[in-house]
């Protein structure tokens, strides 16, 4: 029986299955490295988390974006983005020398057994673990608005979708949805040839500033700090005091996490939008059908005011949504027991474990407990250290071969606080 298995083998993942190594745990890494940055984001995306930012982590900070770089040649400076391709790259190049080998089976199925879990690959081998984390990224969180659902993929399609945007070429598309995905998703369609439009529900579209200098005077520093998140005390919070953040009052956290760091675009993309693509701010869509030739929309404005468009294919840029109903990797009965928070997402303790023992969440899963970082590759560090020492903590309180305590029973670890569903 392993002491861990790590599902799923994105920045999260492999940050995570870095440290258990180093903490010289028996563990099994599964997924297909930086799997959704290599296919499900089309080319000539940017990052838009600052270099320094977007490091995965290895205990002993070895394994840093800018080594990759400078081993690679390519520049890793503040306030200059890095590409899509080049941050997957780095990942594989972390995976290699900071993690043990990735298994790339899928995993399907994650069950309580006596003692802990039992993990079920593709292929149907079943292993069995004391703990298990789950790192999943976005992907099973796909949000699509209710109105577009109904319709064929071959017409509405979700941005986190398409590893490149060829077939739209020549083509008339409507992206829904006001920030970084949808407007850079917009810049890449107009700049190959596409007709396109961005219909968001926000009266004015948003843009990130361009950052300050990373050298300047210490005073602009003391009042607006740098962070991973970006300037100002307020994103510093977020950025790098996560565990704080967790123990902030559940309404105050889930407003932030609602309302903090919104949609917005990055300054970079800016100049390729506004006077390039068709924006349609103030709208949403009420209703959607199939039309010969496409898609009929059928928007309402917030004054009410009704308009209807036709268009060949819609791209949903409309985001993610993590609920423990979605985890449908989960055996029913685990997936059931989990305690919810008001807005789907599970409770977790303060080591990310959740409700069911020795079952440890990281990612977008946690971003109403532990703040707005966990929603980029900025919270990996905080999140692999603090999981693993978790994780280390749970095996320590079960017995090799013994029977996990049932939630409710005593532990080293904390328990999330009961909360409604």
Sequence with gaps: ???????????????????????????????????????NMPRGMFLKSEPWASNLSDPAGRWRLDAYCAEQGLAARHAKPIPVEAFAAYGLWFARHAVPEVDERIVTRVAPCPGGFAVVT??????????????????????VPPALRGLHPALVTHSSHHSDLDRFRGKDVTVIGGGQAALETAALLSEQGTRVRVLARAEQLRWNDVPPPWERPWWQSVRSPHSGLGPGWR????????????????????RIATTALGPAGAWWVRDRVEGVVELLPGHEVAAACAVPGGVRLDTVSREGALRTLETEHVIAA?????????????????????????????????????????????GLLTASGFGPAMRFVQGATFTASTLVRGVRRRLGATPAGGTVPAPGGSSRNESPSPVRR
Aim: with cysteine.
């Design 1 to 39: 029986m392993y002491d861990l298995l790590v599902v799923g083998a994105g920045p999260y993942g492999l940050s995570i299955a870095s440290h258990a190594a180093a903490a010289g745990l028996n563990l099994r890494v599964f997924g297909r490295p930086m799997a959704s940055w290599r296919d």
């Design 122 to 143: 593709e292929d149907g081998e079943e292993l069995h673990a004391r703990t298990v984390a789950l790192a999943v990224g976005v992907m099973p969180f796909v949000e």
């Design 235 to 254: 994103n510093w919070f977020y950025s790098e005091r996560p565990g704080l953040f967790r123990r902030l009052p559940e309404p105050t956290r889930a």
């Design 318 to 362: 409309t985001g993610f949504r993590a609920r423990c109903d979605r985890l449908g990797l989960l055996a029913p009965e685990l997936r059931r027991a989990l305690a919810a928070l008001p807005d789907g997402s599970p409770a977790v303790g303060h080591t990310f474990e959740s409700s069911h023992p020795g079952l440890f969440l990281a």
